[in-house]
Nanobody, 115 residues
């Protein structure tokens, strides 16, 4: 079983920055990928950024150049540094681990960007 706990969300003005954290615990091995998704009110959940199995990073076009995903293996934590935030970045952000034995989600953390 994998547990994911996100933190770091909040209210920020447009142009500001936030750093989200996702702490993982439990049995994590041979994962296919780990990353961040978001879901805005009335919209479907969308992928934002992630690590592949090989360790490379990928970003959605909407956040490329503004968001940076990183990880600390020792702390079993993945981060999402978000800069130049826009009102359209407002959403609940979820951490995800995809593994052969399951697909796991955190509880989400709210990010609100005011104009």
């Amino acid at each position: 079983q994998v547990q994911l706990v996100e933190s770091g969300g909040g209210l920020v003005q447009a142009g500001g920055s936030l750093r989200l954290s996702c702490a993982a615990s439990g049995s994590i091995f041979s994962i296919n990928g780990m990353g961040w998704y978001r879901q805005a009110p009335g919209k479907q959940r969308e992928w934002v950024a992630g690590f592949t199995r090989a360790g490379s990073t990928n970003y959605a076009d909407s956040v490329k150049g503004r968001f940076t995903i990183s990880r600390d293996a020792a702390k079993r934590t993945v981060y999402l540094e978000m800069n130049s935030l826009k009102p359209e970045d407002t959403a609940v952000y979820y951490c995800n681990v995809n593994a052969p034995y399951g697909n796991y989600w955190g509880q989400g953390t709210q990010v609100t960007v005011s104009s």
